[in-house]
Structures are given as C-alpha cells and as structure tokens.
C-alpha cells in the first residue's frame, strides 16, 4: 500500500498489525471495534496466518497469552467491557514478561454503557487494570494514520521489553475514515531465546508468573519494576504544539486533543496565546514535558471524555506550579469546542 487510502481507523489498525508481522490474531465481537475482527478473519488467512473467533473475551486474551509464549507476534482487539474481562489474563502475561499487543476501541461506560466513544478507560490502562504490581506501556492515537502508525510502534515496544502494551483509542477514531498510508517495514529482529519453542538439546524453557519460594516473588517484581523504570527513562512519546509561549495549555490525547487543536487556533486569533500538550504514551506519562510547560504556563485546562480521570496525572505534573483545570464529557460526550472557549476565556479573565 503505497499511495493513501480512504480507510476507518479500526481497518487501519487492523492492516498495520499485518503489515508489523502479527502471526495470530484473537478475538470477539464487540461495537465499536468490530471491523478489526471482521477484516482480520478475511486478511489473516490470506497471508497464511492464523485468526480465531474465540468463544468469549476471556478465551481470546488466554490465547494471546499461549500465541505470545511460543514466541510470535499477536494480538487481541475489543472495547472496553471486553477488556474488563480479560484483565486476569494481562496481569499473567505481565508476570510472564510477554508480550502482546492489546487494542481498546473505548466506548461509554460504566457497565454495558453505549457503544460511543469515551475515555473513561485510562485509570484501567495506565494503573495496571488487573491484579499485582505493574505497569502496561499504554499509546494513544488521535488520528487514522497514527491507528496506522502507532500500531507499529506497540509490537516493537512489546518486544523490545517483552510486555503487553495497549493501544488505547475511542470509537469515534476507530469508526471515522481519513486518507492514511500503510506500508509494510522492517521488523525489528530480536532473539526470543526465552520461548516455548521445543528444547531441541538445549535446556527448556520456563515461562511462569507463580513464585512459592521464599523472597522468590519479591525478587521478580523488583526485577519488573526495574524494567518499568527503564521504560519510563527510555519511552515517552508527546506532542507539543505552540507551547513555548502559550499562557494557557491544554493537555488532551485522541479525539480530543483533536477538538483542542482547532479551539488553539480560534483563542490565538483572538489573542489568547493557548497550546497543547499531547500525550501520546500515556504511561510513561510525559511528566517532566508539563513540568517544564508549569515554570510559564498560567493555567493548564485538561480536555478528556470522561469525569476526569488523566487530569490526576496533570496535577501530579505541574506539582502545584499552576492551577490546572478539568472539562469533560462522560457516556460518548463529546467536547463542545464553543463550551471549551467560553470557559477559556472565563478562567483567562478571572487569572488577570
């Protein structure tokens, strides 16, 4: 695929992880991500690999886990009930050190909820989700081309530090179609001598998240937080668009830091000098980038559809340097930008 394409962000999704050398697929059907399974069942075999339509979200996770272990690429979609579901699984395959790709095309909750998009789902990726002490690295797209894009980058950040990592997305990216480009790249070759790939003379493999041996569990998970600090030092992807001498900032991912982009351009052309800080990972979070925003920032305004959850690791960030402000949608809401500059410019004037 070389020239652009119309395609939905879900069916992006789903060619990228072809293209990024996904052996098996698993999954079940939920709105509204259901055009990834539909396109793998049709594309997977093509290319002689393997895709199951699993009896339940419990059973696609666990065959990720078996997939991932044997030492291949793989990878499960579903939106945000479904993910509940399978978080047991993601803290075994966290313990195990494996890795795989998660997508969560987010829809509105709690419960069964709509089949909107939302972000109410960034405390359950961001803080773990399941049982036990860790972290997934968690992406989060805001365009068709980054559905595309991104979903390279999570295979070889799953393999490069052998965990999960999840693509965090909203319904309204996975349904909305752009042009993007999908091009088939250079896997990044690493060595999974840890696989369960037959011993063949050499001494087997064991792949287990079970420590009974005195001190034996605490071992492993200092040894996993070792890698999580290493994560943090070495990952941390954002973007920043006219921070340098904005007074007010925003701090947005996926559709709305869509919506934040054009609110920008309307405040400056009616000389209010705001930005935005992107968080593209949102764990590693990129806590020193709005730190360092904090030092010239008046305020910060963080934009989420949900009750407020990201806003938390704002606060953290700024470490009281700024006042930082909260507006949400909840239940597929979408951010009104004409509400986001009233408020704006309601908070710029009471700062004066």
Request: aromatic share 8%; proline share 4%; net charge neutral.
């Amino acid at each position: 695929m070389k020239n652009k394409i119309l395609i939905s962000g879900n069916e992006a999704l789903a060619e990228a992880a072809i293209q990024a050398g996904c052996k098996a697929y698993f999954g079940y059907p939920i709105t509204p991500q259901n055009e990834i399974p539909e396109y793998m069942s049709r594309r997977m075999p093509e290319e002689g690999r393997v895709f199951i339509q699993a009896e339940s979200e419990l059973a696609a996770i666990n065959m990720v886990l078996g997939a991932s272990a044997s030492g291949v690429r793989t990878m499960t979609t579903s939106s945000s009930p479904g993910i509940s579901l399978m978080q047991e699984a993601v803290s075994y395959m966290a313990g195990d050190e494996l890795p795989c790709v998660i997508a969560n095309v987010a829809r509105g909750g709690p419960g069964l909820g709509n089949i909107a998009g939302a972000q109410g789902d960034y405390f359950q990726s961001v803080k773990g989700g399941g049982h036990g002490d860790y972290n997934l690295i968690v992406i989060a797209p805001a365009s068709v081309q980054e559905m595309a894009d991104l979903t390279f980058t999570a295979f070889d950040m799953a393999d490069k530090y052998r965990t999960p990592v999840i693509i965090l997305a909203d319904g309204y990216l996975g349904q909305m179609m752009e042009a993007a480009q999908i091009e088939k790249k250079a896997i990044q070759s690493i060595k999974k001598d840890w696989a369960l790939t037959g011993a063949k003379g050499r001494k087997p493999n064991i792949i287990n998240s079970m420590y009974l041996a005195d001190d034996a569990l605490e071992k492993h998970n200092q040894k996993l937080q070792e890698k999580f600090q290493k994560i943090k030092k070495e990952l941390c992807l954002v973007e920043e668009i006219s921070t340098t001498d904005a007074d007010i900032i925003f701090v947005a991912y996926g559709t709305s830091a869509r919506i934040c982009k054009s609110v920008i351009i309307n405040l400056r052309a009616n000389k209010i000098k705001a930005g935005l800080i992107r968080p593209i990972t949102l764990w590693p979070f990129p806590t020193e980038t709005i730190k360092q925003a904090a030092l010239h920032a008046g305020f910060f305004l963080t934009v989420e559809m949900s009750a407020g959850q990201m806003v938390e690791d704002v606060r953290l960030s700024v470490e009281g340097k700024a006042p930082v402000y909260f507006y949400g949608r909840m239940g597929g809401g979408v951010p009104e930008e004409e509400k986001i500059i009233e408020l704006v410019e309601k908070l710029h004037r009471e700062s004066k």
